[in-house]
């Protein structure tokens, strides 16, 4: 997978109410409770048209016997088609805990903010004008559109400028917006091993955007981290480990792509981790049938049960899917 889409993936769904009719439904979470009992409860079926997210379903669905919690995300597109993904998280399964959210009144300098709000609508010009590819040897990101790429270097000087306010906006800030601005600014600092505890903390605060910028923004360093003449970061992995056993699709999706850069080099602890903590989670994550979201599932699996990467690439060039996913867990186990 190219950096490119790696990193255009880490980008939140978009939520648009001319979204098309679902050309797939995927499922994780599911353990004790069967995808038949799930579909059946979900009343919603391929081919199906929904504008915003189905509340009586997920009522439906954590009616169902065993079930905690239910979550339904739809993303768009394969195949010029809807995906939904249906989470659920039975009751007694260990899950990913989110942070209580904080209650302070401390706000971030109105040039932040306009800065924040100038690069919200350079980056959607960009990508609808095709410029969305970065430049990323820095360790945080520079877009080539050169507008997006002009505000982005005022965060440069922004994260030198305050730190501490960052710091500060980020752990306790009432407004998750302002958290979500802060998340993204402080990974322009210039020592990034700094803040990379700040962000960690940040991948459980409960918005889903402070998660998603947290987690770009340490997946950006991870693919710095090592390369000869780069700053040396430690990431530890055990977070993105535990993030793959979310109920929030969208924590599943990033922490994936993240690892596949934290696992390059095979770390046998960070593979270890991956085996005992969410090798199920993996699995069902894998079989998704959109391949943008099943590859680095698959990958991961396919490093934890020890295949070389020809071997994992040549299966998934091949779609041997099922076969090697049967494989890979027989490996594992």
Known sequence: MSWLVFLALLLPPVQDPQIPSIGIIDFYGLRSVTEQQVRAALQIKEGDSLSDEPKDARRRLEALPGVAQARLEMVCCDGGKAILYVGIAEKGVPAFQFRQAPKGTI???????????????????????????????????????????????????????????????LRHSADAEQRALAAQVIAYTANKQAVVNDLVEAMRDPADNV????????????????????????????????????????????????????????????????????????????????????????????????????????????????????????RSK
């Open 107 to 169: 706000k971030l300098p109105e040039d932040i903010k306009q800065a924040g709000e100038e690069f919200q609508k350079a980056q959607m010009d960009a990508v609808l004008k095709g410029k969305a590819d970065e430049d990323n040897s820095q360790g945080h990101a520079l877009m080539s559109d050169s507008v997006a790429r002009a505000v982005q270097q005022r965060f440069i000087i922004f994260a030198a400028r305050d730190l501490n306010l960052l710091r500060d906006v």
């Open 211 to 330: 998660r998603n910028n947290a987690t770009r923004a340490l997946a950006v360093m991870a693919g710095l981290s090592g390369k000869a003449g780069k700053q040396k970061i430690q990431i530890p992995a055990r977070p993105f480990v535990e993030m793959l056993n979310s109920i929030e699709w969208t924590d599943r999706n990033k922490s994936s792509l993240a690892l596949v850069r934290l696992t390059e080099q095979r770390n046998a602890a960070v593979l270890a981790e991956l085996r005992h903590h969410a090798l199920s989670s993996l699995m069902e994550m894998a079989r998704w049938k959109a391949s943008g979201h099943a590859y680095a599932p698959f990958f991961l699996l396919g490093r934890v049960a020890g295949f070389t990467e020809k071997e994992i690439s040549e299966a998934w060039e091949h779609g041997d899917y099922a076969a090697f996913i049967e494989a890979a867990a027989k």
